[in-house]
């Protein structure tokens, strides 16, 4: 561990403010090159027009809104970066997108987005921020609640969310395997900790890893990148995972990635894409941060390799028991014990 590395853990580890607008330092702030990791945020939501949502983003962020179609927008801002305002429906915005290059406004295509502003999320992508200025994001979620943002609890079809995409520290077996190892003893924990909303559950969107593959992933000694990619792809060839590794792992092999999952949305990045928190942005008391320090406790957990070890004998021990397996309640109980005795939560 570098001198910078000990004096960002020595931070991390500082008692912090409980508040719940305070965004938790994990203990690994830079990546492999020693810049501050970033991490992304995507929010979906309804109530609002695409207008409205460039506006409300305008008067919190400053910047100028551009329009790309009747389906996207975008706005860039000055020390954050581009912000993207869209539709979450890959055919509107396609068609959208062909009436732009024509220069045609097509009135069905102005009709169907007007439409699908009552059936599909409204999505804003935040571009990468740096990890220890997260809360520069709290007046964008403040202007859009003023504005009439709704968020999960008002759909019974579209499973709203908050998907957020931190930086990896390293890209090499050994930090995957560590936040893979974290995030599979923690799942069943971390749906009561978010308080994960039925129609999300019964979602296909946010599936949780399976308890074959989480056995098959503790069971490996120090596995390499091509074992853990046979054995994620083999358990995980889908987007639709509460921790879904494929950009990651597109990161390191797209062409290898795309040969066991076809689907034109997998984008390479050197970050994961957790997606089961809710998004509730109509409530006053509701903050990304609150999404993002429940993340945090894999981030902690991941770099306890020893804790890891002993918390992954545990579970295979339990798994190993003929016919009744591991009790998700049982575990859920252990977690919620073990991380309240070391702090953690």
Same mark, same amino acid.
């Given at each position: 561990?570098?001198?910078?590395?000990?004096?960002?853990?020595?931070?991390?580890?500082?008692?912090?403010?409980?508040?719940?607008?305070?965004?938790?330092?994990?203990?690994?702030?830079?990546?492999?090159?020693?810049?501050?990791?970033?991490?992304?945020?995507?929010?979906?939501?309804?109530?609002?027009?695409?207008?409205?949502?460039?506006?409300?983003?305008?008067?919190?962020?400053?910047?100028?809104?551009?329009?790309?179609?009747?389906?996207?927008?975008?706005?860039?801002?000055?020390?954050?970066?581009?912000?993207?305002?869209?539709?979450?429906?890959?055919? +509107?915005? %396609? @068609?959208?997108?062909?009436?732009?290059?024509?220069? &045609? $406004?097509?009135?069905? *295509?102005? =009709? #169907? /987005?007007?439409?699908?502003?009552?059936?599909?999320?409204?999505?804003?992508?935040?571009?990468?921020?740096?990890?220890?200025?997260?809360?520069?994001?709290?007046?964008?979620?403040?202007?859009?609640?003023?504005?009439?943002?709704?968020?999960?609890?008002?759909?019974?079809?579209?499973?709203?969310?908050?998907?957020?995409?931190?930086?990896?520290?390293?890209?090499?077996?050994?930090?995957?395997?560590?936040?893979?190892?974290?995030?599979?003893?923690?799942?069943?924990?971390?749906?009561?900790?978010?308080?994960?909303? +039925?129609? %999300? @559950?019964?979602?296909?969107?946010?599936?949780?890893? &399976? $308890?074959?593959?989480? *056995?098959? =992933? #503790? /069971?490996?000694?120090?596995?390499?990148?091509?074992?853990?990619?046979?054995?994620?792809?083999?358990?995980?060839?889908?987007?639709?995972?509460?921790?879904?590794?494929?950009?990651?792992?597109?990161?390191?092999?797209?062409?290898?990635?795309?040969?066991?999952?076809?689907?034109?949305?997998?984008?390479?990045?050197?970050?994961?894409?957790?997606?089961?928190?809710?998004?509730?942005?109509?409530?006053?008391?509701?903050?990304?941060?609150?999404?993002?320090?429940?993340?945090?406790?894999?981030?902690?957990?991941?770099?306890?390799?020893?804790?890891?070890?002993?918390?992954?004998?545990?579970?295979?021990?339990?798994?190993?028991?003929?016919? #009744?397996?591991?009790?998700?309640?049982?575990?859920?109980?252990?977690?919620?014990?073990?991380?309240?005795?070391?702090?953690?939560?």
């Amino acid at each position: 561990m570098t001198n910078q590395e000990e004096r960002d853990l020595e931070r991390a580890q500082t008692p912090r403010s409980s508040g719940r607008d305070d965004f938790r330092r994990p203990p690994s702030l830079r990546n492999a090159e020693g810049a501050l990791r970033t991490v992304g945020f995507e929010l979906e939501f309804s109530g609002l027009s695409l207008d409205e949502v460039s506006s409300a983003l305008r008067s919190a962020l400053g910047g100028e809104p551009q329009t790309l179609s009747v389906a996207e927008q975008q706005l860039e801002v000055e020390g954050l970066g581009r912000f993207k305002v869209e539709l979450d429906w890959s055919y +509107l915005k %396609r @068609k959208a997108a062909q009436a732009a290059e024509a220069d &045609s $406004e097509t009135d069905w *295509v102005d =009709l #169907l /987005s007007q439409a699908a502003a009552f059936l599909v999320p409204t999505e804003v992508v935040c571009p990468p921020i740096p990890i220890t200025e997260l809360a520069v994001l709290h007046p964008m979620t403040k202007a859009l609640r003023q504005a009439g943002a709704v968020g999960t609890e008002e759909s019974l079809l579209a499973a709203y969310g908050v998907h957020i995409n931190p930086e990896i520290p390293r890209l090499d077996a050994e930090t995957l395997d560590a936040y893979l190892r974290a995030f599979a003893l923690l799942q069943w924990w971390l749906v009561e900790a978010h308080e994960v909303d +039925l129609t %999300r @559950k019964v979602s296909p969107y946010i599936d949780l890893y &399976s $308890e074959a593959y989480i *056995v098959q =992933l #503790l /069971s490996r000694e120090t596995p390499d990148l091509d074992q853990i990619f046979n054995d994620y792809l083999e358990h995980n060839a889908s987007r639709n995972r509460s921790l879904d590794m494929l950009p990651l792992l597109a990161e390191l092999d797209a062409e290898r990635v795309r040969g066991a999952v076809d689907d034109p949305k997998i984008g390479a990045r050197p970050t994961f894409h957790y997606r089961l928190p809710n998004c509730q942005i109509e409530r006053p008391d509701w903050s990304l941060a609150a999404s993002w320090n429940r993340w945090c406790v894999v981030e902690d957990l991941a770099h306890r390799p020893a804790d890891l070890h002993a918390l992954g004998g545990e579970f295979l021990a339990a798994a190993s028991r003929p016919i #009744l397996g591991v009790s998700r309640s049982d575990w859920v109980e252990r977690m919620e014990t073990w991380l309240k005795d070391r702090g953690l939560v």
